[in-house]
């Protein structure tokens, strides 16, 4: 099982810090290419059942509010994915743990489709920041492959 990581995590957009209040959305994509590896990462070889992708940074002070994948190219068949987070200094938090699945289960990437959060998680503010990761499963992903991953919530500033 591989840890698959994409580029310039830190450098993602996110709020300006403007008076217009600090609701957000958070934006995140997953390419795949015609041997089914993420186009923007660290690995050139096909995302396998099982892997793991840090999909970009999930800031400290986030509190994370509700979650939706809109697949518009479909990955291989019988491919899912669990949706989550874990810190990115590896350490777990007693208060906020890690949750590989936070924000959806077994999320049918093999189709395409609007995917809303449909887990009932109470709600939660990151006490530092976290990975976005999606855990693969069911099966090997070799085909071109789209999602983009948009979490919404509240921008709170570091604890």
Do not use: H
């Not at 518009?72 to 949706?83: E, G, H, M, R, Y």
């Amino acid at each position: 099982m591989a840890t698959i990581t994409k580029k310039k995590v830190l450098n993602q957009k996110q709020f300006g810090g403007t008076p217009y209040g600090n609701k957000t959305t958070l934006e995140f994509n997953l390419t795949t290419n015609a041997v089914g590896a993420f186009t923007d990462s660290d690995v050139a070889t096909g995302i396998a059942s099982g892997d793991k992708v840090r999909l970009g940074v999930l800031p400290a002070g986030f509190r994370p509010d509700d979650s939706q994948v809109l697949v518009s190219d479909a990955f291989s068949a019988s491919v899912t994915a669990n949706l989550g987070f874990e810190y990115v200094d590896g350490v777990d938090s007693a208060a906020v743990p890690q949750n590989a699945s936070y924000f959806g289960a077994a999320l049918a990437l093999s189709a395409t489709g609007r995917l809303r959060n449909a887990t009932t998680n109470a709600p939660i503010t990151l006490p530092k920041d976290a990975y976005l990761i999606l855990t693969t499963g069911g099966a090997a992903n070799a085909v071109v492959g789209v999602a983009d991953i948009f979490i919404e919530g509240v921008l709170n500033g570091a604890p």
